[in-house]
């Protein structure tokens, strides 16, 4: 029995109570929104199509088996970076981590800007670091590969770093040489990629929620996944959260340490950490 709880259940957490139900990885719903109402009728939506248990007593997030955190403000035209939600979301994560007192599943965080959001409920809350885990890299490594395809490349992208302007498209692990002027130009595509969907359709909702249960999904099985943690000294990185490669279980993640990156990467890499940690020192 696998229980998914969403706090927040406008765009992502609602989709992602769908897709968990409808791919059968959860067997119970818990959907928490302050906006009440809403919540009820993302449960009415969902139970008449499916027959799943679905429960919107925000008491019963704590028992649940994973908890995505899906509250608060996203980014719009106007709105140009990740990182310009750190004021306004800060306080919705606060009150968040006082909801998940006693919570003892994994914590997904999906709010934005979820790198130092990570940071915050692993450092800085009740709950163990172990137990949480940001949701951004898989995505970012999707729509990747997605650039390069439509290059005529087909390879399977990785993206590490943050999940915003300083995301790190690992060109080296590709086996051909890309020129760095191609480099660049696909960098910037790839922070764009978002906001064509922002601006058609007020935000993103399918991809992230695909990829958001599949990594729940890898996580059960073990496998690994690109995911933001607190670097703890891998790749010589502290004092912040980031997409990094790692196996996460039920005690906490592993970090991949293996990967070697070249010096535009290093680079890229060098100003995704100085940027994080300069945010992450605000929590
Ligand atoms: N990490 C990723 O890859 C990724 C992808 C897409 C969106 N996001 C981020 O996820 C967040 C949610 O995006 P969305 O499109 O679902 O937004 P949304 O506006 O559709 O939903 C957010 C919901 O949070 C609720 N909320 C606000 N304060 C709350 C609180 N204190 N407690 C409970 N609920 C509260 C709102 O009522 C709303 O329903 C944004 O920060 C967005 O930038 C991240």
């Known amino acids: 029995m696998t229980t998914v709880a969403c706090l927040g259940t406008g765009r992502i957490g609602g989709e992602v109570a769908y897709v968990s139900a409808l791919k059968g990885f959860a067997d119970e719903l818990v959907l928490f929104d302050i906006n009440e109402p809403l919540a009820h009728a993302q449960k009415l939506d969902i139970i008449h199509g499916m ?64 790198d130092i959001f990570t940071w915050y409920f692993a450092k800085h809350t009740e709950l163990d670091e172990g137990q949480v885990v940001g949701f951004g890299g898989l995505l970012d490594s ?10 005529g490349i087909d390879k399977k992208g990785i993206v590490l770093g ?12 590709l086996g051909i040489d890309v020129p760095l002027p191609v480099r660049e130009e696909i960098l910037t595509g ?13 935000g993103t909702v399918f991809g992230p929620a695909y990829h958001i249960v599949s990594m729940m999904d890898k996580i059960e099985k073990g496998r690994k996944i690109i995911c933001s943690l607190p670097a703890n000294g891998a790749y010589e990185i502290d004092g912040c959260s980031l997409g990094l ?25 060098l100003a995704a950490t100085e940027f994080l940690q300069g945010l992450c020192r605000r929590v």
């Open 51 to 114: 027959d799943i248990p679905v429960s919107t007593n925000p008491a019963d997030i704590k028992d649940a088996d994973y908890c995505i955190f899906s509250a608060g403000y996203s980014r719009s035209p106007n709105v140009k970076t990740r990182a310009d939600l750190f004021d306004k979301n800060l306080p919705i994560a606060r009150e968040a981590a006082e909801q998940l007192k006693g919570f003892s599943g994994k914590l997904i965080v999906v709010t934005n800007p979820m």
């Open 142 to 151: 999707s729509r990747f590969t997605l650039a390069l395809h439509n290059m």
């Open 162 to 173: 943050e999940h915003g302007e300083h995301q790190v498209p690992l060109f080296s692990k």
């Open 190 to 202: 790839l922070r764009g990629s978002s906001m064509p969907i922002i601006k058609g359709k007020t």
């Open 245 to 269: 490669p790692a196996v996460v279980t039920g005690n906490g993640a592993k970090i991949d340490e293996s990967l070697r990156f070249d010096p535009w990467e290093k680079e890229k890499f």
